[in-house]
């Protein structure tokens, strides 16, 4: 694909790596030459220095041939308006645009073209705030939990979760996981994440300590999963700090307030007032996130989940570091540099999660080939998670009426599940792939995303007789 980027910031540069080494012709557009310049160092792709609403700076870019707009700047007018001119002179077939603004989130009819032809073009709107906030009630459903991903519209997910020592994953057999589970509950573990490395389980493999346990299973059994797995002292999250009254504060204590006992921090007073006057039951206190004295007044030693999301990575870090060592449960930071994250991770922050690379993550299957309708990044995008759905038929399918244990796969794959007339089926070798079917695959090999498009995508298989 030939993709233009407007944006060279965490969001556009960690797209243009992840696009460059997928074989796409990428551009990217930044006023910034130092930043391009790094950037076109490392990567096999073109820039161009230039204001990214510009037409002539879009010309330069190449937008004439370009198949698709990715518009990433740190402006939401820069972003929608190279998402009105890649439409109106080039009719770039997939135009997608970064809006955070509340008051045009607020408005989805301005662009929404299916029920306005006058709407402003753009195909794919992301919000990082709205994406966060979404990623962050997951981690709260599931306490303890590292990752949680939907697929299938939330019809199957995948937890990610730590094997404590006093948990009942540790010592087991992949193959008796079973055992421990009620009833007629099935789920299949995909992925272990040990010492920093993807491990590709076989039924024989013994989960250890510290291992991350990468699980599927339909989301209507992952409750019970979830609590028959986790180790035994965790407890649902009822008491909750958040540090930061920002776009993702408010709409996590709004979330969060009918059902939970929410506390919010902020050291703007202007801000604090306003999220006061608009949430109902949430206390929110003007104050420094980092002031020990304040937080032990708020009984900070009673709080099950304290949530660092203010503006600040160090404010984020050493909050929750300070609230860990009051006596906080489970801290949840915002970390946008990843060389903080590989520092603070599994030390006294829990989950440190990116708004970068949630978003990146968002933008991924709109690039790819073939029919795949979610991929999400794992482990900081060492492995990878997709849905993708297999097409035609088994005349023009090299799986499509094959079982997936006769399947040539790519080296490094694990199937999980098959989702078939709503239905999910846990994956295993005597499973026949069938039309239509929407598979949720593993990849710990990133790389061979192509390979598994090329394979769900229908082709004619060659003939003996023209050999």
């Known amino acids: 694909m030939n993709i233009v980027i407007l944006g060279a910031g965490q969001v556009g540069s960690s797209l243009a790596e992840l696009l460059a080494q997928e074989n796409n012709d990428v551009t990217v557009v930044d006023l910034d030459r130092l930043q391009l310049q790094r950037l076109q160092d490392r990567l096999d792709i073109r820039t161009v220095v230039g204001h990214g609403s510009h037409p002539d700076i879009l010309m330069q870019a190449g937008l004439e041939d370009a198949d698709m707009l990715i518009a990433a700047t740190q402006n939401d007018e820069t972003n929608i308006l190279a998402c009105y001119f890649a439409h109106s002179m080039y009719k770039t077939d997939k135009k997608i645009a970064r809006v955070r603004g509340q008051s045009y989130l ?62 009942m994953l540790v010592g087991k057999a992949i193959r008796n996981l079973s055992d421990t589970l009620p009833g007629n509950i099935k789920t299949r573990i995909v992925a272990l994440y040990r010492q920093n490395q993807v491990v590709m389980p076989t039924g024989d493999t013994i989960i250890k300590e510290g291992d991350e346990v990468f699980f599927l299973a ?21 008491r909750i700090m958040i540090a930061g009254g920002g776009h993702i504060g408010f709409n996590l204590a709004q979330a969060l307030e009918k059902d939970h006992q929410v506390k919010i921090i902020d050291h703007n007073m202007q801000q604090a007032r306003e999220v006061a006057e608009l949430l109902d039951n949430t206390i929110v206190i003007h104050g420094d996130v980092s002031d020990k004295d304040l937080l032990l007044e708020e009984n900070i030693d009673e709080i099950d989940l304290f949530v660092a999301v203010t503006n600040s990575d160090e404010a984020n870090i050493i909050s929750g570091m300070l609230a860990k060592k009051l006596g906080v449960r489970r801290v949840i930071a915002l970390v946008n540099n990843q060389s903080y994250v590989e520092l603070i991770q599994r030390n006294s922050i829990d989950v440190a999660i990116s708004a970068d690379s949630i978003t990146t993550s968002h933008l ?16 900081k995008g060492a492995a990878e998670a997709m849905e993708v759905i297999a097409h035609g038929s088994e005349n023009s399918s090299e799986i499509i009426g094959k079982k997936i244990g006769e399947i040539n796969w790519p080296s490094d794959i694990t199937v999980g599940c098959i989702i078939r007339d709503e239905k999910v089926i846990i994956a295993h070798r005597d499973l026949e792939i069938q039309a239509e079917d929407h598979a949720i695959l593993f990849l710990s090999n990133p790389e061979n995303a192509a390979e598994i498009a090329k394979l769900f995508s229908p082709e004619t298989k060659r003939s003996w007789f023209g050999h």
């Open 106 to 167: 607020k408005h989805p009819e301005l662009f929404d073209r299916q029920f306005n032809a006058n709407a402003i073009p753009i195909d794919v709107l992301i919000s990082p705030e709205s994406l966060v906030t979404d990623y962050i009630l997951q981690l709260i459903e599931y306490p303890g939990s590292l990752q949680v991903i939907d697929f299938h519209n939330g019809k199957v997910r995948l937890v990610a979760m730590r094997a404590y020592p006093e948990s």
């Open 218 to 238: 339909d989301s209507a059994h992952t409750t019970t999963i979830v609590n028959e797995l986790r180790r035994s002292k965790e407890r649902p999250s009822r």
């Open 364 to 379: 991924l299957h709109y690039t790819r080939k073939g029919d795949t309708v979610k991929v999400a990044t794992l482990r």
